[in-house]
C-alpha cells in the first residue's frame, strides 16, 4: 500500500486535506426529515407518509467516524442516503462544509460527489456485472473529467493496491471476486476522488466473520492515511464501538441517544439504547442461559409503524419506565444539565426520564 | 476420515451397548458439479442427546447448512451415477432408526414429526398464499388423523405458547401481515407441532435485530427445556452459540476442525481457525482493541479445496510443521490433556499448540 502513488495519481488538489478548523463540523444535519408520500387511487392522492426520517440533528467533524446504530426500519439508512443527497430531504438542512446541500439540483451537486462517497451493503448488487473492475473503479475520473498525472489505469491500479488488490484484477469482472475483495472494490471506488466524507451504509454485514475484521480493519488504516470522515450505519454494535468515535442510537426516525463512544457504550442514559446493548449476545459461555437473561432488558413487542408513530415519545409503547408525560411532550435530544448524573457537552439523550 | 467414530469412547463413559438419541457418523455429502465434485460435507461425526445442544460454526461454504439439510433427508439424491443431487454416504442413527439409506416414505413420516427445521428466513419459508393457521394445521394433521378443528386448535395453543399476541385472530393471518420477529415466532410454533424430538434451526436469528434475536434466544431455551428437545443450532454468530450450545462444532471446508464441550472450545481452543475466529470479532464485553486482528485470505472455494488442511493457506502456523500441512490431511484427534472429550484437526503437536494458545491467543481473547 503506497501513500504517494496514491496522492500523485488523483487530481494534486492543495489544501483538500486538512482543512477547516477542529471545530467547524464538516457536515451538519438540522432537523432532517424524509417523508416518503403513500398514494392511493386513480389520482394518486397523497394519503399518508412514511415519516422513516423524522427530524434528526447531529454534525459529523472532520476525520471523525459518527456511528448510527439501530434496528431495521428505524431510519439509518434513510439518513445515509439523505446525507449523500441520493434522497432529497422533505424538511431540514443538510450543510457540507458550511454550504446548504438540503436542496440542489443534480448539476450542482456533482461538483460535490467528489468530497461526499458512499460505500454499499451489497457488494453483489452495487458493481455493475458487466463493467471490469477498471472501468467501475475509473468511472469516477470520467465523469468528473480528471486526469491523473500517470493515466486513469495508473491511478486506478494504485487505488486497487491501496484496498489490498492486486493490479492486475484490472480487468476482471465483478463476478471473479469473493464477497470480502468485491467490497474492497466498492470501497476503493469510494476513495477515487479522494472524498472527504464517506457514508458506508453496513458495509460489513454481509461478509463472513473472519472477512469481516479485514475490511474494519481497512477502513481504519484509509482513515490513517487519507483523513477521512467516516458516517458508519450498521446494526452490530460490536463493530461500531470498534470502528467509531461518536455513536448515535436512531429509534423510529429520531435519534434517541448521541454520546462519545465511551461514554455510549459504559454509560448510556436512554432506556432504547440500554436495552439494545444488553440483547447482545456476549460470546461466554459462562453466562449462558438464566443468567443471559436476568441481565438482559427484554423488550416486548415490535417496533410501531413509521406510518403512524406513538404521539410524545417514540419509545413509550415499549420503554418500562413511560408515564404519563412521555404520552403527551416529546422530548428533545438534549445535553442533561441538572439531576444527579450530568452528562457532557457531547452526551444527549432524549428521555424524560434518563437513568 | 475421523479414526474416532464416537467422541464419547474417548471421555465421557456411557452405558455401552446403547446409541445416543442423534449418532452422526462419517457423513459425507457430495455433489456432482460441471465444475467438478463438491463435496460440501466430507465425513463429520457428532452425537447428541435429548435436551442437549450442538451449535455447529462456520463461515459461508463450510458444510453446516448442507449438514442440517442432510440430517432431514432433503438433498435431492443423485441417480446412480452420482450425478444431479447429493451422494450421502455415511451413517444417521436417530433414535435407533438409520436415516441415510432410508427410503423417502420413512423420511417423510419422520420429516416434522420426529424432527423439524427453523429456517433462516420465514418469509420465504412461508407459504405467502395460505394463512399462518392453514399452514400450522398442515403439518400436524400431516402426522396425525384429527379433524381440522382439532388441528385449528392445536396451532393456537402453540402460536399462543411462542408468544403470538391474540393467537385466536392472528392465526387466520398471512405470513406477510406478521413482522419479522412473529413470523420466526410462527416458524418456532409451525415445527413444534408434532412436538419433534430433534429440532434443527439454520441460522434461526441472523435475519432478526438484536432485540427481537434476544427474544427468539430466550424463547428457544425454554421451549427446548420444556419439551426435552435434542437442538442443533447452525450459526456464523459465535454469541448466539455460547448463549445457547452445551456442545461446539466448528466446521471449516466441509470437516470439523474442533469439536468439544463450549466452555472448552471458547475458553481453551486448539484450532488455528477457531483461534482466528474468536480473535477477529469485537467485543463488547472487552476493552476496545486497537486493531483486530483478522484471518488472512478468503475461505476455501469448495470445488478446488487446498491439499492437505484445508485452513494452510491461511493459518500462521504452517511454517512451525515443514511441508506436512499442504501434504496430509490432518485427523480429528482427541487432545490429550483435557479430561473431557475434545477433539482437533490439527497436525501441530498438542503442547505446541497448548503452549500457543497460552503464550499469544489468550491475551488477544
Known amino acids: 500500500m503506497s501513500t504517494d502513488n496514491y496522492s500523485s495519481a488523483t487530481v494534486a488538489d492543495a489544501g483538500r486535506a486538512a482543512s477547516g478548523a477542529a471545530s467547524e463540523p464538516l457536515l451538519s444535519a438540522t432537523g432532517v426529515q424524509m417523508h416518503f408520500p403513500i398514494r392511493r387511487g386513480l389520482l394518486r392522492r397523497t394519503v399518508g407518509a412514511v415519516r422513516a426520517v423524522d427530524g434528526v440533528d447531529f454534525e459529523v467533524r472532520p476525520g471523525e467516524t459518527l456511528g448510527l446504530v439501530g434496528e431495521s426500519g428505524c431510519g439509518k439508512s434513510t439518513t445515509g442516503r439523505l446525507l449523500t443527497r441520493l434522497l432529497e430531504p422533505t424538511g431540514g438542512t443538510v450543510k457540507f462544509e458550511g454550504r446548504d446541500i438540503t436542496h440542489m439540483k443534480p448539476g450542482e451537486l456533482r461538483p460535490l460527489r467528489r468530497d461526499i462517497q458512499m460505500v454499499f451493503q451489497d457488494p453483489q448488487s452495487s458493481l455493475n456485472p458487466r463493467h471490469t473492475i477498471g472501468s467501475i473503479v475509473g468511472a469516477p475520473f470520467e465523469i468528473q473529467g ?16 491501496l484496498v489490498g488488490l492486486s493490479p492486475e484484477h484490472y480487468n476482471r469482472y465483478p463476478h471473479e471476486f469473493s464477497g470480502g475483495q468485491r467490497q474492497r472494490i466498492g470501497i476503493a471506488r469510494a476513495l477515487a476522488l479522494k472524498p472527504k466524507l464517506v457514508v458506508a451504509d453496513e458495509p460489513v454485514s454481509a461478509l463472513d466473520v473472519s472477512i469481516q475484521a479485514q475490511v ?3 477502513f481504519e488504516d484509509l482513515q490513517a492515511e487519507l483523513g477521512l470522515a467516516y458516517v458508519f450505519i450498521a446494526h452490530d454494535l460490536s463493530v461500531v464501538r470498534h470502528i467509531s468515535d461518536r455513536v448515535a442510537v436512531m429509534y423510529l426516525g ?86 444527579p448524573r450530568p452528562t457532557g457537552a457531547d452526551h444527549k439523550v432524549a428521555c424524560h426520564f434518563p437513568d | 476420515m475421523s479414526t ?64 442440517s439439510l442432510s440430517l432431514l433427508g432433503l438433498h435431492k439424491k443423485a441417480d446412480r451415477k452420482g450425478r444431479g443431487g447429493a451422494r450421502m454416504t455415511g451413517e444417521i442413527w436417530l433414535d435407533g432408526e438409520e436415516l441415510v439409506s432410508a427410503d423417502e416414505a420413512k423420511l417423510r413420516a419422520l420429516r416434522g414429526n420426529k424432527m423439524a427445521m427453523i429456517f433462516q428466513d420465514p418469509l420465504s419459508a412461508m407459504h405467502p398464499f395460505y394463512t399462518v393457521g392453514d399452514q400450522l394445521i398442515e403439518a400436524y394433521r400431516v402426522h396425525h388423523k384429527v379433524s381440522k378443528s382439532e388441528g385449528r386448535k392445536r396451532a393456537i395453543e402453540m402460536l399462543d405458547r411462542v408468544g403470538i399476541p391474540q393467537p385466536n385472530s392472528r392465526v387466520d393471518d398471512y405470513p406477510h401481515q406478521f413482522s419479522g420477529g412473529m413470523r420466526q415466532r410462527a416458524m418456532i410454533a409451525m415445527s413444534l407441532m408434532c412436538d419433534p424430538q430433534l429440532l434443527i434451526a439454520d441460522e434461526p436469528t441472523t435475519a432478526l435485530d438484536v432485540t427481537v434475536q434476544a427474544q427468539i434466544l430466550d424463547l428457544m431455551r425454554d421451549l427446548q427445556r420444556e419439551f426435552n428437545s435434542a437442538l442443533i443450532i447452525i450459526t456464523h454468530d459465535l454469541g448466539v452459540v455460547a448463549e445457547l450450545a452445551d456442545d461446539i462444532m466448528v466446521m471449516y471446508g466441509g470437516k470439523a476442525v474442533e469439536y468439544g464441550p463450549a466452555k472448552t472450545v471458547f475458553t481453551a481452543p486448539e484450532h488455528p481457525y477457531t483461534w482466528g475466529l474468536l480473535t477477529s470479532m469485537p467485543r463488547l464485553d472487552r476493552p476496545v482493541q486497537d486493531r483486530l486482528a483478522p484471518i488472512p485470505g478468503n475461505p476455501p472455494s469448495m470445488i478446488n479445496v487446498p491439499s492437505g488442511c484445508a485452513f494452510n493457506p491461511r493459518c500462521g502456523f504452517v511454517a512451525q510443521n515443514g511441508g506436512r500441512c499442504s501434504g496430509e490431511v490432518p485427523e480429528l484427534l482427541q487432545t490429550t490433556s483435557s479430561g473431557r472429550r475434545h477433539l482437533v484437526r490439527c497436525h501441530l503437536p498438542v503442547d505446541v499448540r497448548q503452549r500457543t494458545f497460552n503464550e499469544e491467543i489468550r491475551t488477544l481473547l
Not at chain 1, 491523473?148 to 493496491?161: E, F, H, I, M
Not at chain 1, 440483547?279 to 403512524?308: C, F, M, Q, W
Not at chain 2, 457430495?30 to 467438478?36: I, K, L, Q, Y
Request: aromatic residues 4%; glycine residues 8%; neutral net charge.
Open chain 1, 146 to 161: 480528471i486526469k491523473s498525472p500517470n493515466g486513469t489505469k495508473r491511478a486506478v491500479q494504485d487505488l486497487l493496491a
Open chain 1, 216 to 218: 474494519v480493519n481497512l
Open chain 1, 254 to 339: 429520531k435519534i434517541v441517544e448521541i454520546a462519545n463512544r465511551d461514554d455510549l457504550y459504559s454509560s448510556a442514559r436512554h432506556p432504547y439504547t440500554q436495552a439494545l446493548l444488553s440483547a447482545v449476545p456476549i460470546p461466554d459461555p459462562d453466562r449462558k442461559g438464566e443468567e443471559a437473561k436476568r441481565e438482559r432488558i427484554l423488550l416486548t413487542g415490535d417496533v410501531p409503524s413509521p406510518i403512524n408513530p406513538p404521539s410524545g415519545c417514540r419509545f413509550r409503547t415499549r420503554c418500562w419506565k413511560a408515564q404519563e408525560i412521555c404520552s403527551t411532550q416529546e422530548p428533545p435530544l438534549v445535553q442533561l444539565t441538572s439531576g
Open chain 2, 4 to 67: 474416532i467414530s464416537s467422541p464419547f469412547e474417548v471421555g465421557d463413559a456411557r452405558p455401552s451397548g446403547s446409541r445416543p438419541f442423534l449418532d452422526v457418523n462419517d457423513l459425507h455429502v457430495h455433489f456432482s458439479t460441471e465444475d467438478g465434485l463438491v463435496k460440501s460435507v466430507d465425513g463429520i461425526s457428532f452425537q447428541l442427546e435429548r435436551g442437549q445442544t450442538l451449535g455447529i460454526v462456520g463461515e459461508s461454504g463450510s458444510g453446516k447448512s448442507v449438514t
